[in-house]
């Protein structure tokens, strides 16, 4: 072999590897206009009541949209949960209505705000595991995801969609 066949053999390679999926498309989902990037969850202790969910929800469409609902057979019931202080105390409460997808915005659930909390888990991924769930949404309608069980990142760490830790 010479030097400029291993030169466009190394090219053709690197071709290639481009147009492969990355961990963060592979780990992206998408129903109509809407694209749920990088779910994932914490490891539960071992006696906890609930897991927590969370994603974030691209809508690149010109219509608003809901997050109402969803299921996993990991937990007894799905449930959208909302955060937040009251006269200095953190509460929690089901969002009934859902959450409001704005056409064109990006929401993020995630911990200490607006969150998925799964109920009574009947399983408990390690981290590096997934486990899959339905989201459902009140115009998309259902997309089946996987969430990563992950440890939280600090609050002030950009989220990384690539699925290593650093």
């Known amino acids: 072999m010479n ?4 030169k466009i053999s190394i090219a053709a390679m690197l071709a290639g590897a481009a147009s492969l999926p990355t961990s963060a498309a592979a780990h ?7 694209e749920l990037q990088h779910p994932w969850s914490a490891k539960a202790p071992p006696v906890a009541p609930v897991l927590g969910g969370y994603v974030t929800i691209v809508n690149s469409g010109s219509e608003a949209d809901r997050l109402i609902g969803g299921s996993t057979p990991v937990a ?3 449930e959208i949960h ?3 202080i009251i006269d200095g105390v953190a509460r929690m409460r089901p969002a009934k209505e859902g ?9 993020s659930l995630q911990p200490g705000g607006a969150h998925i909390m799964l109920i009574n888990p009947r399983q408990r991924p390690d981290e590096g595991e ?3 769930a339905t989201l459902e949404f009140e115009k998309a ?8 069980v992950q440890k939280p990142k600090p609050a002030s760490q950009p989220e990384d969609h690539s699925g290593h830790q650093p």
């Open 28 to 34: 992206d989902f998408k129903v109509g206009t809407l």
């Open 3 to 6: 030097f400029r066949s291993i």
């Open 99 to 107: 959450i409001d997808i704005p056409a064109g915005a990006t929401v």
């Open 130 to 132: 997934k486990f899959k």
């Open 141 to 148: 309608g259902a997309v089946e995801v996987e969430f990563v």
């Open 82 to 84: 909302q955060s937040s």
């Open 76 to 78: 007894e019931r799905f």
